[in-house]
């Protein structure tokens, strides 16, 4: 400690916090930016990319592709045109209780797909894929060709599709079976007759594009589009919302690939004992994502056998994992994902005991107070240990101020006398932090908070609070708690402290209700706290005990 620091320690320690809280905060933007990458390695498409027709008006290319009207073809170079289809398409009605889509003979694609229990943010039936130019969700195709093949469709029973496509001497056959409790799609899809001019199948996820969100540091928010490929014993994520160039990348070795926004999903989980390839292209001027899982033959076969789930719907950790455990991932909750999902379950169990999401948060956030509050225990007495030496401490400064080596030997003896430990009150803020963010994640991407009403004004607690009422509260009471702590500082720096407030309250606007109900009642709780620990007086320090 320098002897400046000595006299001075609980502002100090109070500046450190706030540091603290400053670094853990851009480490987290941080680590957010690697786990969101704007990939290094993209090669930007080339002229005909992505949205563009080979060969048009460079003025009308993209609005001629995304007008056409029959389904489109990706070249080897990504660009997108529309194939010469003969054949008529064919389309199959499904629906259940959570979906409703048509099947398409042409690739056995998906169209008009509809999420029947959910709604979108302008509450209209919750649309997935994208099939407005012809790119039909989880079509196949011939990678040479890239038009989706004509398959003869039939119809098993309720919830089986079977498909025979035959070009030449390659026949395909694919089989689509619809899993109603789970919302999984089982595919399984035999190619035959395989020649050296065959350059593998493909199977689309084409999804909808969103519109790019506020990611200020003031203002964040949870809205993103990502982009989610396990391949060779890893996991990465690039961040589409954020893309600011063409991209055109392709992945080996593929488990597992998707494209999700913040509580929906578009994925498929490979099963083939052949092992795929993905490459994504996406464009920031196109309103749709391509995703391409790509399966090449090898060794000479005549034949190949491929097998793959397929989902769309919502991102239910529980509905995920029950699919296949890969899933899984397509939920995103950051370096503290063990304790998120632990956090979840008990959300789900509170869920179950009220029947009313937003006072689980209550209950959740109250019940994350008492596990920890051990550590509030030792932070407390902490600080006042300190704040009741501070006088003696002042005392010392101003005997010895002459001799700053003497003044710092002095001050080690009263804390080790007394037996304060100058960052004891930082460790325990450490300990916390991992089980407050984790649950901050869990609060900002829980599809059971979507479009939940909690009570009043809060009609909806994935979103904000239209009327601002939640963060002004949390200003309000972080304010209060902030007066509440006895503090030593000079009046530059109380002022200073002053605007936290406001600026947490500026940060809380535009995230979800959920999260400012949770920080809110977690502040309310620390006062509560605070007034019961300031009453104790078993820290007491006497300057009667000490010789200065």
Not at 256 to 278: H, M, R, W
């Amino acid at each position: 400690m320098d002897q400046q620091d000595s006299g001075n320690f609980l502002d100090r320690r109070t500046l450190m916090a706030v540091a603290l809280v400053g670094i853990v905060w851009f480490g987290w933007q941080a680590y957010l930016g690697k786990k969101y990458p704007q990939s290094k390695n993209a090669t930007p498409v080339v002229t005909e990319g992505v949205g563009e027709q080979k060969g048009s008006d460079p003025q009308k290319t993209s609005a001629g592709a995304l007008a056409a009207t029959e389904p489109m073809k990706v070249q080897n170079s990504g660009s997108v045109e529309a194939p010469n289809l003969s054949q008529p398409e064919k389309l199959i009605s499904y629906e259940n209780d959570s979906i409703s889509f048509e099947l398409s003979s042409r690739g056995m694609g998906l169209k008009n797909v509809i999420l029947k229990k959910h709604n979108d943010r302008n509450h209209q039936p919750m649309k997935m894929g994208y099939d407005e130019n012809g790119f039909s969700l989880f079509s196949a195709s011939i990678a040479n060709d890239g038009s989706p093949m004509d398959f003869v469709l039939t119809q098993k029973n309720q919830n089986l599709f079977e498909g025979v496509y035959k070009k030449g001497g390659l026949t395909v056959r694919r089989e689509l079976l619809v899993q109603p409790e789970t919302g999984a799609l089982e595919n399984k899809m035999t190619v035959e007759g395989i020649d050296s001019s065959f350059a593998g199948a493909v199977v689309t996820i084409p999804e909808r594009k969103l519109e790019a969100g506020s990611h200020g540091f003031l203002m964040p928010s949870f809205e993103h589009q990502e982009y989610l490929v396990l391949h060779s014993g890893k996991e990465e994520r690039v961040n589409i919302t954020s893309l600011s160039e063409k991209l055109d990348e392709t992945f080996s070795s593929v488990s597992t690939a998707g494209v999700s926004s913040q509580y929906f999903s578009s994925a498929l989980v490979d099963k083939s004992e052949l092992v795929p390839e993905v490459r994504l292209l996406a464009d920031p001027t196109a309103p749709y994502i391509i995703s391409q899982v790509i399966y090449k033959p090898s060794g000479g076969s005549s034949r190949i056998d491929l097998n793959w789930i397929s989902y769309t719907g919502p991102k239910s950790v529980a509905q995920l994992e029950s699919i296949d455990k890969n899933l899984g991932h397509v939920v995103n909750y950051g370096f503290f994902t063990a304790i998120a999902r632990f956090l979840l379950v008990l959300l789900q169990w509170f869920h179950g005991l009220v029947g009313n999401w937003g006072l689980s948060i209550i209950l959740l956030t109250l019940m994350v107070r008492v596990v920890v509050l051990p550590l509030n225990v030792t932070t407390f007495r902490s600080t006042k240990k300190m704040q009741k030496l501070q006088p003696i401490i002042q005392s010392v400064r101003e005997r010895y101020k002459d001799d700053p080596q003497t003044m710092n030997r002095e001050v080690m003896g009263l804390w080790k006398e007394h037996k304060v430990n100058p960052l004891g009150g930082c460790l325990p803020m450490l300990l916390q932090l991992p089980v407050f963010f984790a649950l901050y994640q869990v609060l900002g991407q829980s599809i059971e908070l979507y479009q939940v009403p909690f009570f009043g004004w809060i009609n909806d607690l994935s979103l904000k609070d239209p009327y601002y009422i939640l963060p002004v509260l949390m200003g309000v009471a972080m304010y209060l708690q902030q007066k509440m702590t006895p503090t030593a500082m000079d009046p530059t720096q109380a002022k200073v402290m002053q605007f936290l407030p406001v600026v947490f309250a500026l940060m809380m606007v535009s995230l979800p209700a959920g999260l400012t109900l949770y920080i809110f009642v977690n502040t309310l709780a620390g006062i509560i706290l605070q007034r019961v620990f300031m009453r104790d007086r078993t820290t007491s320090i006497s300057t009667k005990e000490v010789k200065v």
